[in-house]
């Protein structure tokens, strides 16, 4: 399973950037349980204000470019 360190380095080193919001998602998808993108939005809007529903989207579809997480039954952290 992807710990936060290992996707936010794999981030990195496709070149992308790690912002707060970003960060903010990783550590929700790494800890909890998101059945769908609103969920985890939700989630991490109690945490970052800042986060919009675009940003999550976003972000989850370069999670899923690098393996990280697939779309299932919800999102999941993958096995590495």
Do not use: F, H, P
């Not at 380095?9 to 992308?16: F, I, M, V, W, Y």
């Not at 809007?45 to 919800?74: C, F, N, W």
């Amino acid at each position: 399973m992807w710990e936060k360190e290992d996707i936010i380095r794999e981030l990195k080193s496709r070149g992308k950037r790690i912002t707060q919001q970003r960060e903010t998602m990783i550590d929700v998808i790494t800890t909890e349980q998101c059945g769908n993108a609103k969920e985890l939005y939700y989630k991490a809007a109690k945490i970052d204000s800042g986060i919009g529903l675009a940003t999550v989207y976003r972000t989850l579809m370069t999670l899923e470019e690098i393996g990280a997480v697939e779309r299932t039954k919800g999102y999941v952290v993958t096995e590495q």
